[in-house]
């Protein structure tokens, strides 16, 4: 008799002092694989993860908030970013040289002015 009942303190005494943080944590690694998941999700959507390729090239031109648009250009693994502006270079000399055509297979024919 004298056993069982040290026995039964015994489990009734563990269960006290367990931690009941211990399932939040159980919680908490969840919600970092649901975050990983939902990112990679979106980046498959939008098709990001062409941008992370070494071989492919790609164009983006993004406009801000403020109105200034940038080109984002990916070549390899070299990533260049410009800003696009309004200001003219060269003044407004200048003189028109030709026309440019474009065929329906892709090739560009220049045609310069008599």
Known sequence: MKYLKNSRLGRLGKAKQE???LGVANLFDVA???IVALLLSLMATYQ???FFSEKSEITIVKK???????II?????KVKVEKVTDRKIGGEEGI???TAYQLKDGRMVYVPEE
Not at 64 to 70: P, R, S, V, Y
């Open 19 to 21: 931690d009941p943080l």
């Open 96 to 98: 028109k040289l030709g």
């Open 48 to 50: 990001i993860l062409d």
């Open 64 to 70: 801000n908030e403020d109105g200034q648009m940038e």
């Open 32 to 34: 970092l694989v649901f």
């Open 73 to 77: 250009t990916k070549k390899g693994k």
